[in-house]
């Protein structure tokens, strides 16, 4: 069964810092790796997709990494902005469906 | 093109009381699920589908009936409400090969009293 785990549960940085979210899964064999934002209140909004056999994945401010041999994925967030902050959730993905992480609760202080 | 549409957003139910949750995609996706969203526990998957007729169960199945008689529509059933099924529920889907990831709805919050 495949289990994600999200580091840190919670951060808070001063605007303007560049920060880093860890995501660990335990099986490798994930067809994807899929980076979402949630605001409170809200649906989920995709950030990245990583396939299997990729390694990388990079949209505006932020970059995600996929290692499938160690089982990890960071999501790097350049210049962070107030708007950042929000929920990111990591997401490991197979033909039955998504397994999720609890999350990193971020929030980027003005 | 609408992407993933669930209704209804809000929805309070008397324990014992049946509903069900819509979810509908405009986007010819092949692949649907549903999840439930609980403070401490993160979201977890509760059936799945990955074409018409096909349905599968998940993590956390009980209670809850799936049907996928089209491929843009798979509604979920709760067939006696418990206050233990208060949660956010969220519908998904994915192109037939869901290495191209998930699409989702804004969820639906539902509260059993």
């Known amino acids: 069964k495949q289990e994600v785990t999200q580091i840190p549960a919670a951060l808070s940085v001063p605007e303007g810092e560049n920060l880093v979210l860890n995501c660990s899964f335990t099986?490798?064999?994930?067809?994807?790796l899929q980076w979402f934002r949630q605001d409170p209140g809200k649906g989920l909004t995709s950030l990245l997709l990583?396939?299997?056999?990729?390694r990388e994945q990079t949209s505006g401010r932020l970059n995600a990494s996929l290692d499938k041999s160690s089982g990890r994925s960071t999501l790097y967030i350049a210049a962070s902005q107030p708007g950042d902050s929000a929920t990111y959730l990591c997401?490991?993905?197979?033909?039955?469906?998504?397994?999720f992480g609890k999350g990193t609760h971020l929030i980027i202080q003005p | 093109n609408a992407g993933v549409t669930q209704t209804p957003k809000f929805q309070v139910l008397k324990t014992g009381q049946s509903m069900t949750l819509q979810c509908a995609q405009d986007?010819?996706?092949?692949?649907m699920s549903w999840y439930r969203q609980d403070p401490g526990m993160g979201l977890r998957l509760i059936h799945y589908?990955?074409?018409?007729?096909?349905?599968d169960q998940g993590e956390v199945p009980n209670g809850y009936n799936v049907s996928r008689s089209t491929t843009e529509d798979f509604p979920l059933r709760l067939l006696s409400a418990a206050p233990s099924q208060t949660s956010v529920y969220f519908c998904?889907?994915?192109?037939?090969?869901?290495?191209?990831?998930?699409?989702f709805g804004s969820g639906t919050r539902l509260t059993v009293v």
């Open positions: 998904a889907s994915s192109y037939s090969n869901p290495r191209n990831g998930y699409t």
């Open positions: 099986d490798s064999a994930i067809y994807n």
């Open positions: 986007m010819n996706h092949e692949y």
């Open positions: 997401s490991g993905g197979g033909a039955d469906g998504l397994t």
């Open positions: 589908s990955v074409g018409a007729g096909i349905t």
């Open positions: 990583i396939q299997s056999s990729q």
